[in-house]
C-alpha cells in the first residue's frame, strides 16, 4: 500500500520540504507515503474562489490514483486523536488499496470532491498554513506506524 498526500500548492519553502521528507523517508517501504503536488491556479482580481476551487478540483482528480481510498481533509472532518489514525493506519493497510490524503488549496476542497472522499479528517480546529499541514500529516502518519509497531518514538501518557 503507498499513501498518496496530494496537496495544491508547489514551490514549498525550504524548511516544508526538509521537514515532510524528514518523516516521509521514515516510512516502510510496505506503507509508503509519496507527496504529489498539485499545480494551484492563479489569483486574481476578477477570478471567482468557486472558479479556481473547481479547476484545482479536477486536478485533484485527475492525480488521483485508480481505486484508491479517499480522505480528505477538511475543517469539517473528524478529528482523530493519534492512536485513532494508528487504528486507520492499520486498517488502511488490512484493506489494501492505495490511500490518498487530499489537501486543498487557500480556497479549500469543493463540495463535490468532499462528498465523493470515503472519509473526512480534520487535523485540529485550529486553521493552519497549508505548506505546514504537509509536515504535520508526515509526522503524524510516521507516529501512527510506529504504534502499529510498538516503536518507542510515540509516548502516549
Not at 70 to 78: C, E, F, P, Q, T
Amino acid at each position: 500500500m503507498q499513501i498518496y498526500l496530494l496537496a495544491v500548492g508547489t514551490r514549498m519553502p525550504a524548511w516544508v520540504k526538509q521537514g515532510y521528507d524528514e518523516y516521509a523517508q521514515r516510512m516502510p517501504p510496505h506503507c509508503k507515503l509519496v507527496l504529489k503536488e498539485i499545480l494551484p491556479e492563479k489569483r486574481g482580481k476578477n477570478v471567482r474562489a468557486s472558479d479556481l476551487q473547481q479547476r484545482e478540483a479536477e486536478k485533484i482528480r485527475q492525480a488521483l490514483p485508480a481505486k484508491c481510498h479517499i480522505v480528505a481533509l477538511d475543517g469539517l472532518g473528524k478529528i482523530w486523536t493519534t492512536e485513532k489514525l494508528a487504528e486507520r493506519l492499520e486498517d488502511w493497510m488490512m484493506q489494501g488499496p492505495d490511500v490518498a490524503l487530499i489537501v486543498g488549496g487557500p480556497d479549500g476542497l469543493t463540495k463535490d470532491l468532499i462528498n465523493s472522499a470515503n472519509e473526512h479528517w480534520s487535523l485540529s480546529n485550529l486553521t493552519f498554513p497549508h505548506p505546514m499541514v504537509r509536515v504535520i500529516v508526515a509526522e503524524q502518519l510516521y507516529r501512527a506506524w510506529t504504534i502499529t509497531e510498538n516503536h518507542p518514538y510515540h509516548r502516549a501518557g
